[in-house]
């Protein structure tokens, strides 16, 4: 008769265990995407941030990670989004590791008060990546003449469609040190004296969960419902956080299908989108 009555009641009258907003950013980090194959970017996980940070009672957002990596751009923007409202809402933010955390992933993880990995899961890969495909004998072999007209020699460096240029690489490297600085400079700001002396730290190795506690990279060894029960007891009620759905599947912001045009496009680009994030995967053995 009692659970009864206290099923009927409303939510906010009920005396239950303490509520925990969960958050999943899972997948490669990259700009775009599509309602069929959406992508990890602040566009579209700042709405579930906002709804998971607006509960009053919740002591703390947990967050949950699974990502190889992706655009370092988009994975600064959510950090920086995460400890923003961290900040303005006072609420701890305890990151779980799932299968990886690596590159992006673990710039978002950053973000989190406490980093919490399985012993198996992927951690680290602090370091920058840029990766193409060169064509320029492909065009010679089907009878294609490359034509192209700038204002500005340095507009086309780069180009997939010319051979590469010793001036071109070094300062594509010139670029990636200087994001890499960022990112060590982060990872310095967040774990300070956490840190294990190692040489290899900042190499972009990565680890196990087991050892990267040992490098100071994460905080402890656990899964998320075992951690908020032992901090908030076994009543402890996690509840996952997702995005707004429209009438016909997830909403993802600022993408519109469009036309025939648009859709044609929207393919090619899902294919391009799916090789790059297959080979992002593939790095950590996933």
């Known amino acids: ?18 509520v925990i907003p969960v958050v999943r950013l899972s997948g490669a980090i ?51 989004r995460l400890r923003q409202l961290a900040e303005e809402k006072d609420k701890k933010v ?11 992933g673990y710039m978002i993880a950053l973000a989190g008060d406490e980093i919490i990995a ?35 020699e340095n507009k086309v460096i780069l180009d997939p469609f010319q051979p590469e240029k010793a001036a071109d690489i070094e300062y594509l490297k010139t670029l990636q040190h200087e994001i890499h600085d960022v990112f060590i400079g982060m990872v310095k700001a967040r774990r300070a004296a956490r840190l294990a002396d190692d040489p290899d730290l900042f190499s972009g190795l990565f680890w196990t969960g087991t050892k990267a506690l040992e490098l100071g990279l994460i905080d402890g060894l656990g899964d998320l419902r075992g951690t908020l029960q032992a901090r908030y007891g076994k009543d402890v009620r996690p509840e996952l956080v997702t995005a707004a759905r429209g009438f016909f599947g997830r909403r993802i912001p600022g993408v519109d299908a469009g036309g025939p045009e648009r859709i044609a496009a929207a393919a090619a680009g899902g294919l391009a989108q799916t090789v790059e994030e297959r080979a992002l995967w593939a790095r950590f053995g996933l």
């Open 30 to 80: 990259m700009t775009g995407g599509s309602a069929l194959r959406p992508a990890l970017n602040l566009a579209s996980v700042a709405q579930m941030l906002d709804k998971a940070f607006s509960v009053k009672k919740a002591p703390a957002v947990a967050v949950i990670v699974n990502s190889p990596g992706g655009s370092p751009v988009q994975s600064r923007l959510i950090f920086a």
């Open 94 to 104: 305890l990151v779980f590791v799932e299968d990886v955390a690596a590159s992006g």
């Open 118 to 152: 399985d012993p198996t899961s992927i951690v680290g890969s602090i370091g920058v990546v840029s990766g193409g495909f060169g064509f320029p004998e492909l065009l010679k072999k089907i009878g294609v003449e490359r034509r192209v007209y700038t204002s500005g």
């Open 1 to 18: 008769m009692k659970n009864l009555i206290k099923r009927l009641l409303p939510k906010r009258f009920r005396k239950e265990g303490t």
